[in-house]
């Protein structure tokens, strides 16, 4: 199967899968599971779970057993946009195409809202969790959203001035706030699917380097991209002083540095030959994309 017809096949299995996740109840705290679904199901790439299924792939062809997982990683990845969106935090209006969550449902639905997604996110994996090898990937996951991941990346950004003096401050934000979870998605999908020890770690560097590159990428749309293609304000970082990749490189130099890291982060897939060719292409894909 091409690449394009792979992704779009996973990309409708996993929509599938969270369609059916968050039931609207009909109780006193109805409205949460309206905004839980709101942001959930307003669209997105879905790259997380996707790198979590191509990881698997690697291994086994039969993905059932994995999408539990890639439909918490998907949760945790958007709970962290409610919260991003928030305005105590990035105080943005839009999220792919829609107002944001707390736009339409308030500030403190929407953390309630993102809360929800978390706790639903662990909910489903547990469900899931019947071996030592489960738990393994389970316990990644939540490392990599907790203070030694996505929180405590999201800390050093907004303390930016005060933490952020170098490029090295920078890359070490990225690889907490947005890398470690795509880190984790591929890495958990490996430990599912069976993987050997070196097997591991050659994905844990592919992760490294297409999660620092996608970050630099995104840092580059944010200054030239379409806001109609994004779904979302262009320029909100120099609106809001965020130190970027732009702070210290050029655009040209930026460009540079995300081709070398994703092809850098390739190479480290070559053990796996032939079978690689889905998380070489979502490489491609990660970086090259404008929006």
Known sequence: MDFKNWFETKVKVIDEYLEEIIEVKDNPQSVIYEAMNYSLLSGGKRLRPVLLLAAYELFKEDYAEALPFAGA?????????????????DDDDYRRGKITNHKKFGEAMAIL?????????????????????????LNIIAESSGTEGMIGGQLVDMEGWRKISSLEDLKYMYSLKTGAIIKSSIVAGAILGGAREEEIKALENYAKKIGIAFQIKDDILDLTGNEEKLGKAIGSDTLNN????????????SKNDVERLTEEGIESLRIFGEKSFYLVELAKYLTKREN
């Open 242 to 253: 965020k130190i970027t990749y732009l702070t210290f490189k050029n655009i040209e130099e």
């Open 113 to 137: 809202a993102g809360d929800g997604l978390l706790n639903k996110a662990f909910e489903i994996a547990l469900e899931a969790v019947d071996s030592k090898t489960k738990v393994r990937a």
């Open 73 to 89: 990683m998907e949760m945790i990845h958007t709970y962290s946009l409610i919260h991003d969106d928030l305005p105590a935090m």
